[in-house]
């Protein structure tokens, strides 16, 4: 059974950061691409940024490029997200899948951003 947990969200003031994780079982973390996701309140589901299975390329959405780092530990079965400089608009709860976001989707971790 496949379960992504994410955990590391919390409130933090514009300009702070904070680091996501999402621990992955019950799939073969190594061979996907993965990618973090977003989901502000009344608005589709959005996809952030995104690594390949070896992590020799990322990918982000424009509005975060700069600011935003996906990493990822195939030995410990996690993705990460180091997010600096927070702004507002990146409220949202963020979720972790595979790239194709082919997974079951878990509960997601809540980022609030005080300005």
């Known amino acids: 059974q496949v379960q992504l947990v994410e955990s590391g969200g919390g409130l933090v003031q514009a300009g702070g950061s904070l680091r996501l994780s999402c621990a992955t079982s019950?799939?073969?973390?190594?061979?996907?691409?993965m990618g973090w996701f977003r989901q502000a309140p009344g608005k589709e589901r959005e996809f952030v940024a995104g690594?390949?299975?070896?992590?020799?390329?990322?990918y982000y959405e424009d509005s975060v490029k700069g600011r935003f780092t996906i990493s990822r530990d195939n030995a410990k079965n996690t993705v990460y997200l180091q997010m600096n400089s927070l702004k507002p608009e990146d409220t949202a709860v963020y979720y972790c899948?595979?790239?194709?976001?082919?997974?079951?989707w878990g509960q997601g971790t809540q980022v609030t951003v005080s300005s």
């Open positions: 690594i390949r299975w070896s992590g020799s390329s990322t």
């Open positions: 019950g799939l073969t973390f190594s061979s996907y691409p």
């Open positions: 899948n595979t790239q194709r976001g082919t997974m079951p």
